[in-house]
């Protein structure tokens, strides 16, 4: 069983965050001590070896995470190769059983090629938030393009859509923390 967890997480639009605090409050209820560090914001508490297990994930924008969980990975891999490592992204393509393969081998697996000695025991490919009043107006745009292609014709796009699976999240940081 794990005595202590660090997730540290970037987000764009507050869905990431949102997934990494019920992780954190998932965690704590199981018992366990967690540190929940935003990477944008802060720096995560050294040194990493602290931690039975370190969890890191991202939002993904354009088929891109965001870039300070990827600099975390980069600058801290001699660490991170003698921790338990779990990585986790949060996309749409998450929220499409057709495009979940592809959301795994582009968003978790070629983050797994691209660092070897990052070795992790798990990924987790979560489904998020569409809120439109977030983004800006090309951002806006461009995603409710991407979803109205997916909704019947002459459906209209709600300013909000929500595809994220509580249960999921949490049964996957239950398992992590209990292995």
């Known amino acids: 069983m794990t005595d202590r967890v660090l997730i540290g997480y970037g987000s764009r639009y507050g869905t990431t965050t949102e997934i990494a605090e019920a992780m954190a409050k998932t965690v704590q209820e199981i018992g ?3 540190d929940l560090v935003n990477l944008k914001k802060e720096t995560p508490p050294s040194p ?3 931690y039975d297990l370190v969890v890191i994930g ?3 924008q ?3 995470w965001t870039k300070e969980p990827l600099e975390f ?3 801290n891999i001699p660490a991170l190769s003698e921790n338990k490592v779990a990585i986790f992204v ?4 998450a929220a499409s059983p057709d495009k979940c393969d592809f959301a795994q081998s582009e968003f978790l697996d070629k983050i797994v090629e691209e660092y070897p000695n990052l070795a992790p025991i798990s990924t987790g490919l979560f489904p998020g938030l569409f809120d439109f009043s977030k983004y800006n107006f090309a951002m806006r745009a461009l995603v409710k393009r991407m979803v ?3 909704t019947e014709p002459g459906q209209e796009v709600p300013e909000k859509i929500d595809f994220r699976d509580w249960e999921m999240v949490n049964d996957w940081i239950t398992k992590l923390v209990k292995s």
């Open 148 to 150: 109205k292609q997916e």
């Open 73 to 75: 990975i980069k600058n």
């Open 58 to 60: 991202s939002g993904i």
């Open 48 to 50: 990493l070896q602290n």
């Open 32 to 34: 366990v001590q967690v």
């Open 90 to 93: 949060v996309c749409a393509y």
């Open 62 to 64: 354009a088929g891109r």
